[in-house]
């Protein structure tokens, strides 16, 4: 992909967007991967093609959990069965959407540390969403990464309302300690984790998860494998491909797997596909738009690729979007000229 003044690069030369954990290290992990690397490793190895069956963490048996990749394992975590990983290195563990709710995260914590033999470095939230990022809260006293976006979205009232509805005082929610715009590299001793936000799309905060050697990246809810994907009011349903495309690139090849945040891995096809079906949605919130349908009648009259109760949520949105960038209602139809013949 190329870096452009959108994702950050002016902040980035300004040095307050990548974070580095090693003092030693002054490469900038992430832009290297996202721009040059084929990801070394190999997905079908003996140790790697475990069945991703679906499993419960918080039962203190680290048993429960799954391989999916070299040292990478996967647990899916209730009420929203989403799935929550844990990375380790040599030195250090990483937890990967750490759970619904505090107390979630304090279990998952516990069991990546019991899973791994090693001390938890921190934890990551792929976005601010309720079963992606409410159990933060737990890793407070150690390093927790995530976009800069998510103390304000985890301020706002939908996020306030879905504290409420787990049970939970809003108050206790934590955003990241450790923000960042552009990307960050998280260093577990012989292994570097490589965090990137390649831009809007399932909200304006998505972040990735990059473990390069051992061939996975985990999207969040860029991509779902367990059923469609959701837009809502903090979705960009005009970003969403384009940030596609750059996890499709680091996916080109074969070697690298999307690990989506609902359900199993996806291959690069199934990827492509997701991300042609978020394009069309794209294009059907446009194509309303410049027909001149109003807001409220769009998401009834639209044609989406997926059940509209996915996608209603972020029309509206979409249209502020397309709006703010001078897309307009246009009683001009699209009339291509015919010479008719003699
Ligand atoms: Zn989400």
Known sequence: MALDQGLGTDRLLAGDVVGHDGPQHLQLPVLQHVLLLPARGDWHSSRQSASLAVVQPGA????????????????????????????????????????????????????????????????????????HAFGLAAFDDLTTWGHEGLAEALRAEPARTAARRLGLDPAALAAPNRPFALAAGVDLGGRWVELAHLGEGHTTSDVVVVVADAGVVLVGD???????????????????PATLDAV???????????????????????????????????GEIERLLVAGTPVEQAAAQG?????????????????????????RPSRD??????????
């Open 303 to 327: 044609s989406w690729p997926f059940p509209v109760e996915h996608v209603a949520a972020g029309v509206p949105t979409g249209y502020r979007r397309l709006t703010e960038r001078g897309v």
């Open 248 to 282: 499709l690139g680091l996916l080109a090849g074969g070697r690298v797997r999307a690990l989506p945040g609902h359900g199993p891995a996806l291959s690069f096809s199934d990827a492509l596909l997701q991300r042609g079906q978020v394009a069309a949605v794209a």
């Open 60 to 131: 203190g048996r680290s048993g429960s959990w799954q391989l999916v990749a070299d040292r990478v394992w996967r647990a899916v975590a209730e009420p929203d069965s989403v799935t929550v990983a844990v990375v380790a290195g040599e030195e250090a563990a990483l937890v990967v959407d750490p759970g619904s709710t505090p107390e979630q995260g304090r279990a998952l914590r516990a069991e990546a540390e019991e899973l791994t033999g090693l001390p938890v470095r921190g934890a990551v939230a792929t976005h601010a969403h309720s079963d």
């Open 222 to 240: 860029l991509l779902e494998s367990a059923g469609p994907p959701w837009w809502g009011e903090d979705s960009a349903p005009d970003a969403w």
């Open 333 to 342: 139809l699209p009339i291509t000229p015919v010479r008719r013949p003699d």
